[in-house]
Structures are given as C-alpha cells and as structure tokens.
C-alpha cells in the first residue's frame, strides 16, 4: 500500500490514504472516507488502518484503541509545512484525474 492509493473495503466504503506512520516495527495509514462516487472526500471519515500481511496478501485494520489512535495522532497529524502539502499535493492528484472523466 502506498499514500494516495484508494482503498475499498467491505460494503464498499472507499477511503483514500493521506499519510503513512510506521510504529512499533507496523505499517499505520491515516485516511479519509470517499464518497460512493469517488467525486468528494468527507472530512468527518477519518480514521487510521493498520496494515497486515499474511500469506503474501495485505489486509487493513482500523484502529479503536485509544492510546494508539493518540500516539498515531501525534506521529501523523501535519506536524510540518512541508508534510501538510504533501496531503494537501495528494488530494489535488486525487481530484485532479477524478475532475477530468
């Protein structure tokens, strides 16, 4: 999984992954939901999945614990210009081809 890929999950939900946090030797992703249509971001949907590998295949977990949604928190959330529009960059890409169908 890499930042700016769009993640569909179970039921459909879309989420597009801003930033990526490694902690404790894993692989964290902060995300945004999409919409069914793929034309807007919801910004009340965010949330951080847990990237899990078993047998050659990659699965994703959302976080629920609260000390480890606080510690991602801290690693991830626009700690920097520069990391801020590297999110603000991805969400330009992301509608940028989404904008020209």
Known sequence: MQIGDLLTLDF???YLLLNKVVLNKKN???AIGVTQDEKKVDMDDITF???IIEDNEIFVKE???EKLLEELSDKTMLENYK???KIEKILKEYY???NND
């Open 12 to 14: 459909n939900e879309k």
């Open 28 to 30: 964290y992703y902060l």
């Open 49 to 51: 999945f847990e990237e």
């Open 63 to 65: 976080v629920f614990n």
């Open 83 to 85: 990391e801020s529009k």
């Open 96 to 98: 940028g081809i989404k």
